[in-house]
């Protein structure tokens, strides 16, 4: 149990540990590259300040509006051991962002008529409704109501690849751990190894996740997105430092917004938070061979440029020139809030659609998109038709779309996009 002395202890010590990293930590020069149309220029200027001083060390921010690409700037290091420089063509990954993804290809497969929110799982999935989820719709399942954010026996990542019919069986086994439909909680690594399940299922041709987006999505709209990667890509990936507990010790205590997470975490190590982060055996790596495993729940990879077209696509309509990505009934089931109210996990409240999360941007105004661990995001403003996205390798403790680096670009281009539009 943890006493005020632990955590003074524990408090004094992030300290230490973190002002001898950045001592030793080497400096290595500001770069930034990309593109942005004139009017923008206070945008690349507070981006620019954010690599140099090292707010920034890796980073890829984009903005479509209206169909065009406005803003595209990356900087920083894909490896800084190696110094790497951040490219044109570096992928990152996406952590939870990931989700959202997921959630627009299910989209596409509503759109396509292979897919039906209203259905049970069980429909597409025989075996699903064991152990009391014989209620549970695609809807629920997208968003989080299904009870099954943990499982009773731990998951590995190779669990996909290796027994692909043993992992079905077990995830239709798992009984939910409350009642599906009575409350909502974050499914953050069980989400994936359902979604993926029901998307192959219930796609025509039975295609795995990794290629029903790349062909479904990616490479009709020429986006450069993949949830798992092909071997071939991984060289251009960005290497990432997971928050080490120091860093989020040190963040916390400035932070009152994430104290209440940290207790949750430390003082209730059977609730259901908790459990829901211990669902995979063993700590999410930059190994390559980890890359290229096809998961929604965290593995997807792409850059900026890509996440924001997507997002953007869909705040315009659906259409990309000539192509349609669905129809605007579908975007409107999409962008439509299914549950709202407080977490059965954290306590906190959110808004949740049919696998999108409802965010309100720093003109206080609803969007919808997908946040992900380290400060990843990316939505749509359906209002002013834009798509933006912000991907970094630099993870900070903020997942929710709050991280202060990407808030000051986002508030930034507002800023400038009153000016645009005059």
Known sequence: MFTTRNTVFIVILAFILNYFKNVFEEDLPPVVEGFFLPEFRSVAELFRKQVE???????????????????????????????????????????????????ILAAKLVDKGHLDYKELVSHYWPGFESNGKHNVTVEMLLSHQAGLSYMDKKLTLNDVESDPEKLRKTLGNERPKWPPGTGFAYHGITFGFYIDQLLQLADPQKRRVDRLLIEEIAEPLNLDLYIGLPKCEVYRTARFDLVSVTKYVTKLIFTPSLWKRLWIFLRYPDSIATKGTRVLKGPITNDPARRCIPLS???????????????????NGGKDGGKTLMSLETIRRLFTPIISGYTLDLGEYEVLGRGLTEYNNTEGETCYGHPGYGGQMGFSDVKENIGMAYLTNDLSVYGIGNDPKFLALQRQFYKALVQYKR
Do not use: P
């Open 53 to 103: 001083n090292q707010k920034e060390k890796g980073g890829n921010f984009a903005v479509y509006f209206k169909g065009e690409l406005v803003i595209d700037l990356w900087g920083g290091y894909a490896d800084r051991d190696s110094h790497q420089r951040w490219k044109n063509d570096t992928l990152a990954t996406l952590f939870s962002t990931t989700k959202g993804v997921a959630a």
């Open 297 to 315: 729940s965290f593995n997807g990879h792409g850059n900026a440029r890509s996440l924001a077209k997507l997002y953007g696509i869909l705040a």
